[in-house]
């Protein structure tokens, strides 16, 4: 399958392995990540959703597994910050380059600190989407996190 985005070309040009799966994007959902995860046949906890925040006014990306919730509180602290929010879609596609429901952490038109939440570093292989909707690249956990350099610490509220 040949699909190029800026995610998968950022992938490539780190020498990272990954697979594509394209699966058919239904929007207006409530939970995109567990359906995402449901159409590519992953377990919810291995589809890692990309979140774009703003920590005391910067933007900051998160990777976390789609069937939990992250923890502003600890967001911010991992970032070095007092606050932590959920940036607007708008701005997020502005800084990102990508559509809401198709943001990447990989190839983002601005860079901007990235974290893991480090429960996703256990699996051997997660899903993260590919830069589009309707798009996951299935890869490890800990090469994703290497080419983006970034951390991988506590984010999510306990469930």
């Known amino acids: 399958m040949s699909v190029g985005t800026p ?47 703003e920590v005391d006014g910067h933007p900051a990306c998160v990777v976390v597994p789609g069937d939990r919730t992250v923890s502003m509180k600890r967001a911010a602290a991992a970032f070095g910050g007092k606050s932590a929010s959920m ?6 596609e502005r800084i990102t380059g990508y559509r ?12 901007v600190p990235v974290i893991f939440e480090s ?17 996951i690249l299935l890869l490890s956990p800990e090469a994703a996190r290497a080419a983006l350099d970034a951390r991988a610490l506590p984010l999510c509220a306990e469930n």
């Open 7 to 53: 995610a998968t070309q950022f992938l490539r040009k780190a020498d990272i392995a990954f697979e594509p799966v394209q699966y058919d994007y239904h929007p207006g959902q409530e939970r995109v990540a567990l359906q995402a995860a449901e159409a590519v046949g992953i377990a919810p906890d291995h589809l890692l959703k990309t979140l774009m925040l």
């Open 119 to 135: 429960t996703a570093m256990a699996f051997t292989q997660v899903g993260i989407n590919g830069g589009k909707r309707g798009l």
């Open 87 to 92: 940036m607007p879609s708008d701005k997020a």
């Open 100 to 111: 809401t429901g198709g943001i990447s952490p990989f190839g983002q038109k601005r860079k």
